[in-house]
Each structure stands twice: as C-alpha cells, then as structure tokens.
C-alpha cells in the first residue's frame, strides 16, 4: 500500500505493483512509456461514489466523464458498472455508440459545439446540454430546417461561484465561458418551452475540477435549486433529472486532504432535499458526471531514467516521457507522486528534479522530491495518472504516444498500441512534385 492506495504494493523483491502485476516485469515487457491501469481499483472507486449517492431516496446515475479517460476498454468497464456517459465531442458521442451504450443514457455537454455536431446528436437521439442562448437558437433552426425527429434537451447554468480549485480548473466562475448566467435561466427555458421540436428534460451545472471543498456544492446547487423551483412556479416545468456535474478531488499528495464520496453527497443533497420540500418538486432524477474520481488513482505512468545530470544547482533525473506524455504537471503545475519502481522500499537519500524528454524548460514532470538514488535505467512510476493523462497526450517534438494496459488481480491485457514513426506521419501529405 503506497499512502492510502491499497491496489498498490511492494513486493519481495522490492518492486511497485499495482493490481498485482510486477510494473518492473511489465515495462520489461512493454517498454517505456507506459500506462498501467488496474479495472478493480476502477470498480472500487465506482462502487463508493454509487452507494454514497444512490442511498439518499432518489434515481442516481453516473455518467462517466469520457474526457477524462477515453481507452475503449475503461468505456466498456463503466458501461458494465451501469454508468451513463457525459461526452463533449461528436467523437466522444461516437465512442459511447461504439461500446454499445444506448443514446439515452449520454449527454452531450460542450461548449462551442458545431452545427454538424448538434445535429448528429439530434439525429442519433443524444441529449442535448444547452451551453448559451445562441446554441439553443442554432438548436431550434437545425430542428426546424431538417426533418429531424425531436431535439431533448437541459441547459448548462453558470452559477457564479468560485470552487477553490486552479484557475484553468474552475468553469463555475462569473467569468467563465461555460454555460447560461443563472440570472438567464428563466429566459433560456422560457423560450425552449415555446418550441414545439425541443424537449425540456433537465438543468445541468459543473463548477471545475479537483474540487476538494464539499461546501463549494452546497452553494452552487442551492443556485441551481433556486431555478428549479421557480422553472416549477412560473412555468410548471418539473424537470425529470437534475445534473451536479463532476469535479470530485482526489488526494494526490499527503497535504490534500481524502475526501470520501459521501462527504461530497452530503453538502448535495442537503440543498436539494430542502429545495424538493420546500418547492413541492416531483422527485428528480440526480446525475454526476465525475471523471478523475473515478479513474485518476487506478493508473501509474511508468517510465525509464535514461540520464543523471548533476549541476551546480540541482539533480536532473531525465526520463522517456515528457508533456507529450503527461500534460498536467507543465499545464497546471499539477502534483503526481514519484515511486522508484524497482527500488520501491528503498528509503529517501536525495532531493531530485524529474525532467521530462521535451524540449522545454517547462517540461519537468516532478520538481524537488526526495528519493532513492537514482541511477540510469530505473523505472520510475508517476502515480494517480488515469484522468487527464494518456487523453492529453500529444505528438509533440515527433515522439509517438505511449502504450496502456490494464492490470487486473495479478494479469495484465494490452489496451492500447503504442504509436510508430508510421502513425507519425500517417495524417502528412508530401505533395509528389516536391
Ligand atoms: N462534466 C463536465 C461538463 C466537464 O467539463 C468535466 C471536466 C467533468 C464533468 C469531469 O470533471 P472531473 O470529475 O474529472 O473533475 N485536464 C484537467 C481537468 C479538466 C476537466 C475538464 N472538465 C486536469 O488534468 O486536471
């Protein structure tokens, strides 16, 4: 158990596992860089955030959060579970019909959504997550102009609260670009309710991500429950399901603190007990949409030291990846616990800087952590890489992207290829005159 990660260890030989396998095995087998996902851990993390939620008195769903993590085989895992899907791209929308998922149970949130993009939601039956007034009047002409069958829809409200989380994280913000002002709800559901080709179906709000403060909840969903109850009052709309969105944190490093599901379910529902009395609703329907929570601690970032570098001013260990491969520390100075892989007992004896293989000065994947001495060749493991990961991984300085696996009670499968100079240069054009 590393920290309070139960689905890691060490094993006799001094080496991390994870879900049993070997990862100094397994990198021997599949090289470097690679991703390594355990499907219990997965299971595990579901099963907590499911009975927090769905022991309250009210239909719960889980739609998993596609961005976070879009292999195939974690899809099919959360599809099995019995989770829906909050997918923000045509190419996510056709992910989920790929694995076999059922158009009711995805909703298509996004911001900036094409043409194109709405009406293949439209035609394929998925529902829509209204972003902003002038989606819903793109919406409406779409409809309109095609014979199409009819559009289901919600809104995405703003709430205008902050969520104590980064920045580039908070989407919940007076200031963000997401969603409709809530100070515009009523007018966006009021001229929805006027077009006969749209369904009224929800209302919808996710404030950031890595939200560690329960109580930022409470306030944004006591915002959201104010529109529910007056959409009842003034337009007799009782909505069928009401969306809290995702951004549960997770704990990356011993100063976060652990927050257990039921801590996020309790600042919820709370608010919306209170709004349901108060406001005589029918019984909604609740949706989450987490992602990270779900996925973040399932999977390590294995990778192999290649150089020591020693300067006047600080010990590099450069590895084989680079933000090519992990975007989040250089996008958000964002914190992964670093695990000698094969010397994974061994206790600390310097501070070491682990630098990435891009050529920036931005790219340093771990900033002054203390650990084993490092030679060339070790195996290095970045924990807590399942969200945001592999799916920010990009082809930068022509490096292909990594490999995946998914480990589960002592095997492994191979989930993912890894690229090849081939699917490098697969999508380039050499015009032959040249
Ligand atoms: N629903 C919507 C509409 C979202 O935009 C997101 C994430 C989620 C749900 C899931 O949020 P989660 O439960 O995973 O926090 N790349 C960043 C995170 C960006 C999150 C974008 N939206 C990172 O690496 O931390």
Same mark, same amino acid.
């Given at each position: 158990?590393?920290?309070? /990660?139960?689905?890691?260890?060490?094993?006799? &030989?001094?080496?991390?596992?994870?879900?049993?396998?070997?990862?100094?095995?397994?990198?021997?087998?599949?090289?470097?860089?690679?991703?390594?996902?355990?499907?219990?851990?997965?299971?595990?993390?579901?099963?907590?955030?499911?009975?927090?939620?769905?022991?309250?008195?009210?239909?719960? &769903?889980?739609?998993?959060?596609?961005?976070?993590?879009?292999?195939?085989?974690?899809?099919?895992?959360?599809?099995?579970?019995?989770?829906?899907?909050?997918?923000?791209?045509?190419?996510?929308?056709?992910?989920?019909?790929?694995?076999?998922?059922? @158009?009711?149970?995805?909703?298509?949130?996004?911001?900036?959504?094409?043409?194109?993009?709405? =009406?293949?939601?439209?035609?394929?039956?998925?529902?829509?997550?209204?972003?902003?007034?002038?989606?819903?009047?793109?919406?409406?002409?779409?409809?309109?102009?095609?014979?199409?069958?009819?559009?289901?829809?919600?809104?995405?409200?703003? @709430?205008?609260?902050?969520?104590?989380?980064?920045?580039?994280?908070?989407?919940?913000?007076?200031?963000?670009?997401?969603?409709?002002?809530?100070?515009?709800?009523?007018?966006?559901?009021?001229?929805?309710?006027?077009?006969?080709?749209?369904?009224?179906?929800?209302?919808?709000?996710?404030?950031?991500?890595?939200?560690?403060?329960?109580?930022?909840?409470?306030?944004?969903?006591?915002? =959201?429950?104010?529109?529910?109850?007056?959409?009842?009052? &003034? =337009?007799?709309?009782?909505?069928?399901?009401?969306?809290?969105?995702?951004?549960?944190?997770?704990?990356?490093?011993?100063?976060?603190?652990?927050?257990?599901?039921?801590?996020?379910?309790?600042?919820?529902?709370?608010?919306?007990?209170?709004?349901?009395?108060?406001?005589?609703?029918?019984?909604?329907?609740?949706?989450?949409?987490?992602?990270?929570?779900?996925?973040?601690?399932?999977?390590?970032?294995?990778? /192999?030291?290649?150089?020591?570098?020693?300067?006047?001013?600080?010990?590099?260990?450069?590895?084989?990846?680079?933000?090519?491969?992990?975007?989040?520390?250089?996008?958000?100075?964002?914190?992964?616990?670093?695990?000698?892989?094969? /010397?994974?007992?061994?206790?600390?004896?310097?501070?070491?800087?682990?630098?990435?293989?891009?050529?920036?000065?931005?790219?340093?994947?771990?900033?002054?952590?203390?650990?084993?001495?490092?030679?060339?060749?070790?195996?290095?493991?970045?924990?807590?890489?399942?969200?945001?990961?592999?799916?920010?991984?990009?082809?930068?300085?022509?490096? @292909?992207?990594?490999?995946?696996?998914?480990?589960?009670?002592? /095997?492994?499968?191979?989930?993912?290829?890894?690229?090849?100079?081939?699917?490098?240069?697969?999508?380039?054009?050499?015009?032959?005159?040249?």
């Amino acid at each position: 158990m590393i920290g309070h /990660r139960t689905h890691l260890s060490v094993n006799e &030989k001094g080496h991390l596992e994870i879900g049993g396998v070997d990862t100094v095995v397994l990198a021997g087998e599949m090289g470097t860089p690679l991703y390594v996902t355990d499907e219990d851990r997965i299971r595990t993390r579901y099963g907590e955030l499911h009975s927090a939620f769905s022991s309250r008195g009210y239909g719960v &769903k889980i739609k998993y959060a596609y961005k976070a993590n879009t292999s195939l085989a974690i899809l099919k895992i959360f599809q099995n579970l019995g989770a829906g899907a909050d997918v923000l791209s045509e190419g996510e929308i056709r992910a989920a019909l790929h694995i076999g998922l059922k @158009p009711e149970e995805i909703i298509f949130t996004g911001n900036n959504k094409t043409d194109e993009e709405l =009406l293949f939601a439209v035609q394929k039956g998925v529902l829509i997550n209204i972003d902003s007034i002038h989606e819903l009047e793109r919406l409406k002409r779409i409809c309109s102009a095609r014979d199409v069958r009819r559009a289901r829809v919600s809104f995405r409200i703003n @709430p205008a609260v902050s969520p104590k989380t980064h920045p580039y994280l908070a989407t919940g913000l007076r200031g963000s670009k997401f969603g409709v002002n809530h100070k515009k709800a009523l007018a966006a559901y009021t001229s929805a309710k006027e077009d006969q080709n749209l369904t009224i179906e929800g209302i919808h709000m996710h404030i950031g991500s890595q939200i560690l403060d329960p109580t930022v909840y409470a306030e944004a969903t006591s915002r =959201l429950m104010d529109i529910v109850c007056e959409l009842k009052k &003034k =337009l007799g709309i009782d909505l069928r399901f009401i969306d809290l969105g995702g951004g549960f944190g997770i704990k990356y490093q011993e100063s976060d603190r652990y927050i257990a599901a039921s801590e996020f379910a309790d600042a919820l529902f709370a608010v919306i007990d209170d709004a349901v009395a108060r406001c005589s609703l029918k019984r909604p329907e609740i949706f989450i949409e987490p992602g990270r929570f779900l996925v973040a601690d399932s999977t390590v970032l294995l990778t /192999r030291v290649n150089t020591v570098k020693e300067t006047p001013f600080k010990k590099f260990i450069g590895v084989d990846s680079g933000f090519n491969t992990l975007a989040r520390p250089a996008f958000y100075n964002a914190y992964h616990e670093v695990v000698v892989a094969n /010397r994974a007992g061994d206790g600390a004896k310097e501070v070491v800087t682990i630098a990435g293989n891009v050529c920036e000065s931005g790219d340093i994947l771990a900033h002054d952590r203390s650990l084993p001495k490092i030679v060339d060749g070790d195996l290095i493991a970045l924990l807590d890489t399942g969200a945001y990961g592999l799916v920010m991984a990009s082809q930068y300085n022509f490096r @292909p992207r990594p490999a995946a696996v998914l480990v589960s009670a002592g /095997r492994w499968i191979h989930i993912r290829k890894r690229e090849t100079f081939d699917d490098l240069i697969s999508g380039e054009i050499l015009p032959p005159d040249m």
